[in-house]
């Protein structure tokens, strides 16, 4: 990577830092606003995970990007594994260790950096990474890496915003960076997909969740930590075409984001 490539990637670990910072108080409340449940996230995103991962009691799982611990605290209730949370934010590590509290002998939390995990090779039996992809500007270097601190077999659990399949024009992506600055990409959920198996994973799994959010809310979320006016996402949303209205939903008040969560086995062989 050269000089500007790297201060480039600098100053976006700076600015997700700050952003979460800023965030970490009330993270969990908007959360639980947008998803309409106390969890901040649909029950259905939730079970996801767990299902993935229900065969590994006492087995060793990093969740990359772990925040407030929203995954966390149901996944330790539910399945009882030894759980490792690595995250770029120290405070929103604090929310997390605060959740967590009740499961501290199997839990440990890591201030960390996802693009230089500090872990060895063969770690873990799985990994987790939700809503933190869009972060990483070469995905591709970190499923690979992801793959190489699995064990055989292992499983990882990829969960995040997604475009809409006929979105060829990344309507989503340039609203995301319109609101976002340390915004990188989102991919389509087959993109995703074909990016795994690339990486030498089999996908025996793949769910994308429809949900509506309203225009307020994205300012809420993520806009006014940037200084983003509700004015300039309604003018962006004006300039949508009928094709990514359609596919948006685009309303005077809200619009439909799609959630896609993939299961993918390390070498191809179940738990």
């Known amino acids: ?9 600098v100053e976006r670990k700076k600015t997700v830092q700050e952003y979460y910072r800023k965030r970490a108080m009330d993270y969990d409340q908007q959360k639980s606003r947008t ?3 106390e969890r ?3 029950a259905e995103i939730i079970d996801e995970v767990i299902n993935a991962l229900s ?4 087995k060793e799982v990093l969740e990359v990007g772990v925040g407030s611990g929203r995954i966390a605290q ?5 399945v009882e594994p030894y759980f490792v949370g690595l995250d770029l934010s120290r405070e929103m590590l604090k929310s997390a260790k605060t959740k967590l509290s009740p499961h501290r002998r199997s839990v440990n939390l890591v201030l960390g950096d996802a693009e230089h995990l500090p872990f060895t090779e063969n770690a873990f039996d799985a990994i987790i990474c ?3 992809m869009h972060y990483f500007a070469d995905q591709r270097a970190i499923v690979a890496d992801f793959r190489d601190r699995l064990k055989r077999p292992g499983v990882f659990v990829y969960g995040d915003l997604t475009l809409h399949e006929l979105d060829n024009r990344g309507f989503l992506d340039r ?3 319109l609101l976002s600055k340390p915004h990188a990409k989102y991919y389509k959920p087959d993109e995703m997909k074909k990016l795994l198996e690339k990486q030498g994973f089999q996908v025996p799994k793949t769910r994308t969740v429809p949900y509506r959010k309203s225009y307020e809310a994205l300012i809420e979320d993520k806009g006014r930590y940037f200084g983003v006016k509700r004015e300039a996402l309604q003018e962006f949303v004006s300039k949508a075409t009928p094709e990514e209205q359609e596919l948006y939903g685009l309303g005077k008040n809200e619009m439909t984001l799609f959630y896609t969560l993939i299961t993918a086995l390390k070498d191809g062989r179940a738990v």
Not at 1 to 9: A, I, P, V
Not at 55 to 58: E, Q, R, T
Request: hydrophobic share 35%.
């Open 1 to 9: 990577m050269d000089s500007t490539g790297s201060s480039e990637l």
């Open 35 to 37: 998803w309409q449940s």
């Open 40 to 42: 901040g996230f649909g």
């Open 55 to 58: 065969a590994l009691k006492g």
């Open 74 to 78: 149901p996944l330790i209730s539910e």
């Open 130 to 132: 939700m809503s933190t």
């Open 175 to 177: 609203m995301e960076r």
